[in-house]
């Protein structure tokens, strides 16, 4: 199985590429996207680019990486930009619901926003916390279920949860 590490992504892999052209994904390669280029990304998603959305899409969608509200918060604060947890959570909600973020609900009470909104799976450590994607293709599903009547499949999302061994003495 062929697994990628977060930040080893091919160019051109990103949806922003498919959404905006290669060069707002050359653009988001520095830690933080540019707000010109963060505001243009929401209007193309039809979100209403207010100061705090741009705060967040400029650091979120700068590179594919999965985070947490707690650690986009941290990491806003590490820009230096103050914003509340409410706020980081209405936007994070927001993003996602308009698909231009994955949210990933990795554990009871643990949700993972992913950047990179391709269609790929996941290993999620639960010792560590760590989520890794997986290349497109090296997972295979088999046959589905018989589907309700009038529904069609919207997508198949596999997070593969793993755990340390324990070594025996």
Do not use: W
Request: charged share 25%; net charge positive.
């Amino acid at each position: 199985m062929a697994i990628r590490n977060d930040g080893a992504y091919t160019p051109g892999r990103s949806y922003r590429e498919a959404a905006r052209g290669p060069e707002v994904a050359r653009k988001a390669a520095d830690t933080r996207m540019r707000r010109d280029d963060a505001a243009d990304l929401l209007r193309a998603f039809e979100i209403t680019p207010t100061a705090r959305r741009i705060d967040v899409a400029a650091v979120l969608l700068s590179r594919p990486q999965h985070v947490c509200a707690e650690d986009l918060q941290q990491m806003l604060a590490g820009h230096g930009t103050s914003v509340s947890k409410a706020t980081v959570y209405n936007t994070l909600g927001l993003f996602a619901r308009k698909g231009l973020v994955r949210e990933l609900f990795v554990d009871s009470d643990k949700v993972l926003y992913d950047s990179n909104t391709t269609n790929h799976n996941h290993i999620y450590d639960v010792d560590t916390g760590a989520l890794t994607d997986i290349e497109p293709g090296a997972v295979e599903v088999g046959a589905l279920p018989a589907l309700p009547p009038g529904t069609l499949v919207e997508s198949v999302e596999i997070v593969i949860r793993v755990r340390r061994r324990l070594r025996r003495a």
